[in-house]
T-cell receptor, first 113, second 114 residues
Framework: EAQVTQNPRYLITVTGKKLTVTCSQN?????MSWYRQDPGLGLRQIYY???????DKGDVPEGYKVSRKEKRNFPLILESPSPNQTSLYFC????????????FGPGTRLTVT | DQQVKQNSPSLSVQEGRISILNCDYT??????FLWYKKYPAEGPTFLIS?????DKNEDGRFTVFLNKSAKHLSLHIVPSQPGDSAVYFC?????????????FGRGTQLTVWP
């Protein structure tokens, strides 16, 4: 089944404890992206990757890192999580580039205390 | 500054009636527009899109209308069904841009009641 998977789906952690949210797609898509969804703010892009060689910041990159070592995986790294990073996170991928239809993962609910 | 705006946070419609969700944009370079639907505890799913060379696109019960001069698009759902209850996001892109990204609105919660 063609899909974007994220792990974990739910995570509760403490301030400052490094964490990684994994994202993997099995559709051979070049483009991948991370978003966060907060009440009243919609979907805001954190980072995106046009392909394995190109990664760039979105609207809200502060406090996040990404890595794109292979086409199928695009992990989101929080080196020192803070409570304002409590949010719902979505990974997405696209076969035609970021300006076209993107296919989203199921989401990761992160709580930082 | 938000480039894609959905000014109605919520909409309530009776089953069988038409649902009209609205979206406005400010960037005249946007040439591709999409609607996504999101259920609780799931990721957004692509619903329908329209290119700026068209003013209407239909897919079953869903129709998107684009008014370029007004920088406005709308999603019509006819007839509305309880299963349509979800958050709907409008998105837009400038396909000629090297940035390659979608700009999302803040979403409209649609509730369809029996």
């Amino acid at each position: 089944e063609a899909q974007v998977t994220q792990n974990p789906r739910y995570l509760i952690t403490v301030t400052g404890k490094k964490l990684t949210v994994t994202c993997s797609q099995n559709m051979n898509h070049e483009y991948m992206s991370w978003y966060r969804q907060d009440p009243g703010l919609g979907l805001r892009q954190i980072y995106y990757s046009m392909n394995v060689e190109v990664t760039d910041k979105g609207d809200v990159p502060e406090g996040y890192k990404v890595s794109r070592k292979e086409k199928r995986n695009f992990p989101l790294i929080l080196e020192s999580p803070s409570p304002n990073q409590t949010s719902l996170y979505f990974c997405a991928s696209s076969p035609r580039g970021g300006g076209y239809e993107q296919y989203f993962g199921p989401g990761t609910r992160l709580t930082v205390t | 500054d938000q480039q894609v705006k959905q000014n109605s946070p919520s909409l309530s419609v009776q089953e069988g009636r038409i649902s009209i969700l609205n979206c406005d944009y400010t960037n005249s370079m946007f040439d591709y527009f999409l609607w996504y639907k999101k259920y609780p505890a799931e990721g957004p799913t692509f619903l329908i899109s329209i290119s700026s060379i068209k003013d209407k696109n239909e897919d079953g019960r869903f129709t998107v209308f684009l008014n370029k001069s007004a920088k406005h698009l709308s999603l019509h759902i006819v007839p509305s069904q309880p299963g349509d209850s979800a958050v709907y996001f409008c998105a837009a892109s400038d396909r000629g841009s090297t940035l390659g990204r979608l700009y999302f609105g803040r979403g409209t919660q649609l509730t369809v009641w029996p």
